[in-house]
């Protein structure tokens, strides 16, 4: 099998803003689904893995845009596994338009978790062997933030359409809450250049989660997202987000 793997996606409506660009939570779902498909090829199914009671989970991600793609645009997504770590399976997805160009490229942590006890498996503990390369023109891999208390507060709930068929908030759900934080005008002047997203616990139906957020002056996003009714806070989720003016 070979070590990359390439795919073609059309970009819909489904994929885009109210400003028909690429909305980021759609790139990373599509990372998702090309890399979900070629660790098939180099493992095991999802279906494989539940016998074996497995799943996989990313920890973090780092999203970058060079370009945003737009409704209707053809991109050409290519994926790799990089060298696995001590703890995770780091794979690589980059996007092109058709004549070549650079268009983003995610980072992402992959971690094996155990479906009952819902606890990582480190790697050569699950079974699963993969053989993977870093090729250099990958970005940097997405590492821990900071917990931080931020300004502005919101809370937002878990509901059916955030849910994944491990019964968890899809990881691409997130970039999704946050960006609801911002008004439509902002989303019209602004686009993410880069983000990082680090998964600190899994999030579950009806969990509610606050939200503590600061966009500063030059467009730099922070945010901590902790469970609501917790006796011991504990943190689920953390960005750090760059957006840029639009250039019309």
Known sequence: MDIIYEKEYVLTDMHSNAFGRAKPAALLALAQDIAGEHATLLS??????????????????????????RTGETLLLRTWPMVTTRVAYPRAVEGYRKDGTLLFRVVSLWILMDTESRSLVLPGKGGLTIN?????????????????????QAVRTVVYSDLDRNQHMNNTRYLDWIEDLMPLAFHRDHYLTSCMICY???????????????????????????????????????AQIQYAPVVL
């Not at 957020?213 to 989720?237: C, M, P, Y």
């Open 44 to 69: 095991d199914s999802w279906e494989g893995l539940q016998k074996k009671h497995l799943f996989w989970a990313v920890s973090r991600h780092r999203l970058e845009i060079f370009c945003p793609p």
């Open 132 to 152: 993977g390369c870093n090729r250099g023109t990958e970005g940097p891999l997405p590492i821990s933030l900071s917990p931080g208390h931020y300004e502005n």
């Open 200 to 238: 600190h616990q899994e999030l579950l139906p009806d969990q509610a989660l606050s939200l503590s957020w600061q966009l500063r002056e030059g467009g730099l996003f922070s945010l901590d997202g902790h469970l609501t009714n917790s006796a011991v806070e504990k943190r689920i989720f953390s």
